[in-house]
């Protein structure tokens, strides 16, 4: 079974209607449901999204989304870390930030190849992206 590392901003855009790419991420969602996809999620990126859905929509339904997140959660370890330094200090993931970094390390070490992402540091990095309209 695939598994897709889910960014922030896709789960941001999938919960607010209001966002410009809400209808993308609903079909991104349905396509991976149709592939039989696993959702994954980092540490990191758990942490960054609850910041962000608090920023965004308040901290009620950042906690929400914690407490009903129902997708797998890999641990970003010691060594995924260092290499998400390599990946930032060497420039290999464009204008990243220390949270794609660590993604783009723990999906090297997994072997995945698909992230559900608007972020195009992915693509840059070379991985695939789903984003309602296919694999990119």
């Not at 855009?13 to 396509?31: F, I, N, P, S």
């Not at 989304?65 to 370890?77: D, K, L, S, Y």
């Not at 972020?119 to 296919?134: A, E, K, L, V």
Request: charged share 25%; with cysteine.
């Amino acid at each position: 079974m695939q598994r897709i590392l889910i960014d922030s901003g896709a789960v941001f855009a999938l919960l607010c209607r209001g966002d410009r790419r809400h209808r993308a991420a609903r079909e991104a969602l349905r396509q991976m449901k149709k592939r039989k996809a696993v959702p994954v999620l980092t540490n990191y990126l758990l942490a960054e999204t609850h910041a962000l859905l608090a920023a965004r929509l308040g901290p009620d339904a950042a906690r929400m989304w914690v407490r009903h997140n129902i997708w797998p959660v890999e641990r970003a370890g010691e060594e995924d870390e260092k290499r998400a330094r390599e990946i930032l200090l060497t420039g290999r993931g464009g204008d990243c930030t220390l949270t794609d970094a660590v993604s783009f390390a723990v999906m090297e070490r997994l072997g995945m190849d698909t992230a559900f992402t608007f972020d195009p540091n992915f693509t840059r990095y070379g991985f695939q992206t789903i984003q309602g309209s296919g694999l990119s």
